[in-house]
């Protein structure tokens, strides 16, 4: 079935630095996959929808400039977390679907347990 | 809009029970829904997909059950082990490639 790889898994960051995490899709192409956040004991909330080839689409409230999103191929997804601050320390979580496959559901990442201190 | 609800908010059992998680929904138009686990601090893990001609599926003790003119889904847990201790989340999705709308999910324990 489909595989979405997520990178790094975790990773703590000092305030006013910058994290790239990676969303691979890594047997199918995947023209457009989601970021998502999740505070503690909250369930998902969507931040961005990556389409390859052109701009994200960001959730209202969402600062793109904050959260750098880049879909440079079928395969790779990339969310920056800009000048981070520890109010950004969460859980984050890309998803894909396999547009080619029967099976539609998504497929989610392990996700990336970001810490700001 | 699109609300998903989930209930019981939590729910603990013992062992070997047979348990029933609700997702409800409030716009029938839908495109598929989908089941999810997630363990603490991970990823989620699809469980089950139904599509929205279908009424059921079924995955070893897990079946998913959809009625889409109530705007009901019901995920059946047969004989429940610790291992099934998790987060239950639905989620409902309206067409391709469109956001999916989530619960707030179901917290499982099963005690031995």
């Known amino acids: 079935g489909a595989v979405v790889s997520q990178h790094p898994s975790r990773v703590i960051c000092k305030s006013g630095t910058s994290v790239k995490i990676e969303c691979r899709s890594l047997?199918?192409?995947?023209?457009?996959m989601f970021w998502y956040r999740q505070f503690p004991k909250k369930s998902l909330m969507l931040m961005a929808t990556?389409?390859?080839?052109?701009?994200?689409?960001?959730e209202q409230g969402v600062e793109k400039d904050k959260f750098l999103i880049n879909h440079a191929s079928l395969t790779l997804s990339t969310l920056t977390v800009t000048s981070a601050h520890p109010e950004d320390s969460s859980f984050y979580i890309c998803?894909?679907?396999?547009?080619?496959?029967?099976?539609?559901?998504?497929?989610f990442g392990s996700g990336t347990r970001l810490t700001v201190v | 809009k699109q609300e998903v609800t989930q209930i019981p908010a939590a729910l603990s059992v013992p062992e070997g029970e047979n348990l029933v998680l609700n997702c409800s929904f409030t716009?029938?138009?839908?495109?598929?829904l989908q089941w999810f686990r997630q363990d603490p601090g991970k990823g989620l893990t699809s469980l089950l997909l139904?599509?929205?001609s279908q009424r059921e599926q079924t995955s070893g003790r897990l079946n998913a059950s959809l009625d889409k003119s109530s705007g009901r889904s019901t995920l059946y847990i047969a004989a429940s082990q610790p291992g099934d201790s998790a987060t239950y989340l639905c989620?409902?999705?309206?067409?391709?490639?469109?956001?999916?709308?989530w619960g707030l999910g179901t917290s499982l324990a099963v005690n031995p």
């Open positions: 716009d029938s138009a839908i495109y598929n």
């Open positions: 998803s894909a679907r396999d547009e080619g496959a029967l099976w539609d559901g998504y497929t």
């Open positions: 047997d199918f192409q995947a023209t457009t």
């Open positions: 990556s389409n390859e080839g052109s701009k994200a689409t960001y």
């Open positions: 139904i599509q929205s």
């Open positions: 989620a409902v999705n309206a067409g391709n490639n469109r956001k999916l709308i």
